[in-house]
T-cell receptor, first 113, second 113 residues
Framework: DQQVKQNSPSLSVQEGRISILNCDYT??????FLWYKKYPAEGPTFLIS?????DKNEDGRFTVFLNKSAKHLSLHIVPSQPGDSAVYFC????????????FGKGTKLSVKP | DSGVTQTPKHLITATGQRVTLRCSPR?????VYWYQQSLDQGLQFLIQ???????AKGNILERFSAQQFPDLHSELNLSSLELGDSALYFC????????????FGPGTRLTVL
């Protein structure tokens, strides 16, 4: 059973517009959420994270929103740039675990010039 | 460059064989994680080591084993290989056992023919 779900396999947006990537989770014990970006032939790169005690975290063009009641988080990229084209993975950590991450299947973002 | 190195980059082998994947964590990181990414799947946690000791196990098959050496590098051993073991294998490292941010290596692509 998938505990972290990214229901959109792909997303295409125009350069300069907002990209919104969504993620849903089922385990209420998750206490920390992360977004990773992955280019082809490279490992995932950490992008931004949010603790379950917050509902928003911002870092430059990237903002992550957390809605605990809905068990939903989203990543907003504004403005989107062609270099943002990559696969984005949502990941969660169980507060009681040793630290391993549980990943969604990823959303492939394409930003068109 | 995350500072995590993995060798080899590519590995092609036959069913029934055994292979060893190697990972060197970032300087100073004590914790090493192994993940498997099969086609169109998210990253699946396999196993975690912290300072030479096994800390957590995920969906790791009995045919797979790992260890972390005194110099903190880690090896993932895959034996009696099957076609379904073909995947990308990523190693990640972090400073502490429960620290949330993990840094990923570029991965080893294993192809079992």
């Amino acid at each position: 059973d998938q505990q972290v779900k990214q229901n959109s396999p792909s997303l295409s947006v125009q350069e300069g517009r907002i990209s919104i990537l969504n993620c849903d989770y089922t385990n209420s014990m998750f206490d920390y959420f992360l977004w990773y970006k992955k280019y082809p032939a490279e490992g995932p790169t950490f992008l931004i994270s949010i603790s379950s005690i917050k509902d928003k975290n911002e870092d430059g063009r990237f903002t992550v929103f957390l809605n605990k009641s809905a068990k939903h988080l989203s990543l907003h990229i504004v403005p989107s740039q062609p270099g943002d084209s990559a696969v984005y993975f949502c990941a969660a950590k169980n507060g009681g675990s040793q630290g391993n991450l549980i990943f969604g299947k990823g959303t492939k973002l394409s930003v068109k010039p | 460059d995350s500072g995590v190195t993995q060798t080899p980059k590519h590995l092609i082998t036959a069913t029934g064989q055994r292979v060893t994947l190697r990972c060197s964590p970032r300087s100073g990181d004590l914790s090493v994680y192994w993940y498997q990414q099969s086609l169109d799947q998210g990253l699946q946690f396999l196993i975690q080591y912290y300072n030479g000791e096994e800390r957590a196990k995920g969906n790791i098959l009995e045919r797979f084993s790992a260890q972390q050496f005194p110099d903190l590098h880690s090896e993932l051993n895959l034996s009696s290989l099957e076609l379904g073991d073909s995947a990308l294998y990523f190693c990640a490292s972090s400073v502490a056992s429960t620290l949330n941010e993990q840094f990923f290596g570029p991965g080893t692509r294993l192809t079992v023919l």
